[in-house]
């Protein structure tokens, strides 16, 4: 089972960006679908966004436009990268993988759910 590691959270402004990284224990050119998520407090976990290996991707309504999901399979990391945040994007964010690109919404996830990496933003 691979294991990732999420990093890259933190403060910052409305209008603000950041990058986030999922990095994982091992090769990730074979797996078929990685996902990035978020759970705000009291709210369930949800799909932000999704990479197939062949490179396509799907977003969540609420971030289209504004994030965008990237792998870089040489550094076995996938990357959240976040403009223009909204105090609505802050939650503890998180990475998995999936076997399809369909089921990156649903499950179900290849590996044991991590910390997260928070991301808080200020209005």
């Known amino acids: 089972q691979v294991q990732l590691v999420e990093s890259g959270g933190g403060l910052v402004q409305a209008g603000g960006s950041l990058r986030l990284s999922c990095t994982a224990s091992a090769s990730i050119s074979s797996i078929n679908a990685v996902g990035w998520y978020r759970q705000a407090p009291e709210k369930q976990r949800g799909l932000v966004a999704g990479?197939?290996?062949?490179?396509?991707?799907r977003y969540a309504d609420s971030v289209k436009g504004r994030f965008t999901i990237s792998r870089d399979n040489a550094k076995n990391t996938v990357y959240l990268q976040m403009n223009n945040l909204e105090p609505e994007d802050t939650a503890v964010y998180y990475c998995n993988t999936a076997t399809s690109l369909y089921a990156t919404k649903n499950g179900p996830w290849g590996s044991t759910w991590g910390q997260g990496t928070q991301v808080t933003v200020s209005s």
């Open positions: 990479i197939a290996r062949g490179g396509t991707t």
